[in-house]
């Protein structure tokens, strides 16, 4: 089996720079890939606190490219996007700053886009049963009910 690579605390912290300076990064990927590299907890605190002190990771900064990228590239809802920031251990309020800041005029747009390409692949034995399974994905996808329910139709049988 392979051993892992054993880093200096400085070795950590230019690799991280380097890969901060490639994309967003968090603070909780960056300790995972530390921890990985045999550095000590106290050593990764050290070299992650160094480096939000100069602006390589910010909580904040990374919610809001999180949450753009996974909107636009991966047609998530904002409860799929919460839950992978709260994975991400972000802070709630960086959470929630960054889903209000999404154009929701666009958000609205991307829901409708799922709805109908899921719309054109299901085929079901009734509207009823297709709306349902449409309905089923969307919300999967992170979309809520509130928004996904109009633009599949009705899914109760019972409502007039």
């Known amino acids: 089996m392979k ?11 230019l690799r991280a720079t380097a890969d901060c300076a490639r ?9 995972q890939r530390m921890l990985r590299g045999g550095l000590s907890r106290e050593e990764i605190e050290d070299v992650l606190d160094r ?13 809001q490219a999180y949450a753009h990228d996974k909107l636009r590239y991966e047609r998530w809802g904002r409860q799929k996007i919460r839950q992978g920031l709260a994975a991400k251990r972000i802070a709630e309020a960086d ?8 154009d929701e005029a ?3 747009e991307i829901l409708g886009e799922v709805v109908q390409r899921k719309m054109a692949t299901i085929t079901a034995e009734s509207d009823y049963v297709r709306n349902q399974k449409v309905a089923r994905y969307a919300i999967s996808r992170g979309f809520e009910p509130a928004l ?5 139709g009705s899914t109760d049988p019972f409502e007039e």
């Open 3 to 13: 051993q892992p690579r054993i880093l200096t605390a400085e070795q950590a912290y």
């Open 23 to 31: 994309a967003e990064r968090c603070r909780h990927d960056l300790m």
């Open 51 to 63: 480096l939000e002190d100069e602006g390589y990771i910010n909580s904040q900064r990374y919610a």
């Open 95 to 102: 959470i929630r700053n960054a889903l209000d800041e999404l």
């Open 106 to 108: 666009e958000y609205r």
């Open 148 to 152: 996904v329910f109009p633009l599949v």
